[in-house]
């Protein structure tokens, strides 16, 4: 990628109606939306003072990959900067590699996670009770096990604080089973074929989530796809369970604010300059990895 990775850019600034989301600008152009991955990146539900230069765009390039390569139909039109935005040539050099003109779309308000190991919040549930989501598993798991099949745990889509994983039956109750069984039947789906091109190039893809919508009477993927932002990324070669994992995502930044003093009750300290570098670092290789 031959994009500027040394200055961030945390926002942007159109003449459009906007929806910031934490990390996305979404303008709206009346017959389609702008997209902008910017460099904000969050964790524990807040959005850090800092900027990981260059991180919107590898997001943005790396679902532009994934949208090309898997067999399903999404929402991407064009990674092209509209000729006939009324912007300047600043304004047009900080959207070149981190826009991408999409369809619109009803938002189906459901995260649709998928978990082929178990880690992160399904580790935590099913230290409790056995389960993940409502699904029992196997008795004598470890951290990290590889799961004997995918599991489809659906949650809340939360406009503002954290996303509640629900039960597949939570989920049908609301949208209608038929809905509920398609999302579901999907999203193994896109995982599956994520997972397998990803571990021919020695990535394990632990799990991820999925965003669908409705459009022109069809369902189709939405938002950002196995980046590492919605995703764990773990190298193949220094896999092993009953551990934590060494990853190519957002984790390693979840661990150094676990590792101060910060009481996520408070607005988040900023980053440090090792820790900014190093996960711009993380970030640039998965892409490297997978997309070559």
Same mark, same amino acid.
């Given at each position: 990628?031959?994009?500027?990775?040394?200055?961030?850019? %945390?926002?942007?600034?159109?003449? #459009?109606?906007?929806?910031?989301?934490?990390?996305? =600008?979404?303008?709206?152009?009346?017959?389609?939306?702008?997209?902008?991955?910017?460099?904000? %990146?969050?964790?524990?539900?807040?959005?850090?003072?800092?900027?990981?230069?260059?991180? $919107?765009?590898?997001?943005?390039?790396?679902?532009?990959?994934?949208?090309?390569?898997?067999?399903?139909?999404?929402?991407?039109?064009?990674?092209?900067?509209?000729?006939?935005?009324?912007?300047?040539?600043?304004?047009?050099?900080?959207?070149?590699?981190?826009?991408?003109?999409?369809?619109?779309?009803?938002?189906?308000?459901?995260?649709?996670?998928?978990? $082929? &190991?178990?880690?992160?919040?399904?580790?935590?549930?099913?230290?409790?009770?056995?389960?993940?989501?409502?699904?029992?598993?196997?008795?004598?798991?470890?951290?990290? =096990?590889?799961?004997?099949?995918? %599991?489809?745990?659906?949650?809340?889509?939360?406009?503002?604080?954290?996303?509640?994983?629900?039960?597949?039956?939570?989920?049908?109750? =609301?949208?209608?089973?038929?809905?509920?069984?398609?999302?579901?039947?999907?999203?193994?789906?896109? &995982?599956?074929?994520?997972?397998?091109?990803?571990?021919?190039?020695?990535?394990?893809?632990?799990?991820?989530?999925?965003?669908?919508?409705?459009?022109? $009477?069809?369902?189709?993927? %939405? =938002?950002?796809?196995?980046?590492?932002?919605?995703?764990?990324?773990?190298?193949?070669?220094?896999?092993?369970?009953?551990?934590?994992?060494?990853?190519?995502?957002?984790? #390693?930044?979840?661990?150094?604010?676990?590792?101060?003093?910060?009481?996520?009750?408070?607005?988040?300290?900023?980053?440090?300059?090792?820790?900014?570098?190093?996960?711009?670092?993380?970030?640039?290789?998965?892409?490297?990895?997978?997309?070559?």
């Amino acid at each position: 990628m031959s994009f500027d990775f040394n200055s961030p850019v %945390i926002q942007t600034q159109l003449p #459009f109606d906007c929806r910031r989301g934490k990390v996305r =600008d979404v303008y709206d152009l009346q017959d389609r939306l702008l997209v902008v991955s910017t460099d904000r %990146i969050s964790a524990f539900d807040w959005v850090l003072p800092c900027g990981i230069p260059g991180k $919107g765009i590898v997001l943005n390039q790396l679902s532009h990959f994934w949208f090309q390569h898997l067999q399903v139909p999404n929402h991407l039109i064009s990674l092209e900067v509209p000729q006939d935005l009324p912007i300047s040539a600043q304004q047009r050099r900080d959207l070149t590699g981190r826009c991408m003109q999409v369809r619109k779309a009803q938002v189906i308000p459901y995260e649709c996670v998928v978990r $082929g &190991y178990l880690e992160g919040s399904g580790w935590k549930e099913y230290q409790q009770s056995g389960s993940v989501c409502g699904l029992a598993l196997p008795s004598g798991l470890k951290q990290c =096990d590889l799961l004997p099949e995918p %599991i489809f745990t659906p949650a809340t889509k939360a406009e503002s604080g954290h996303d509640q994983n629900v039960s597949f039956e939570t989920m049908a109750s =609301d949208i209608g089973t038929k809905l509920a069984e398609e999302l579901r039947q999907l999203s193994l789906q896109v &995982y599956q074929q994520g997972s397998q091109w990803a571990l021919s190039k020695g990535i394990i893809i632990a799990d991820t989530k999925f965003e669908w919508g409705w459009c022109d $009477g069809r369902v189709i993927l %939405i =938002d950002e796809v196995l980046t590492p932002d919605s995703s764990r990324f773990w190298p193949l070669d220094d896999y092993a369970p009953g551990r934590s994992q060494a990853s190519f995502d957002k984790q #390693f930044v979840r661990e150094w604010l676990m590792q101060s003093s910060w009481d996520r009750e408070s607005p988040p300290p900023t980053l440090p300059e090792d820790v900014i570098r190093k996960t711009q670092e993380k970030y640039s290789r998965v892409y490297e990895i997978l997309t070559q």
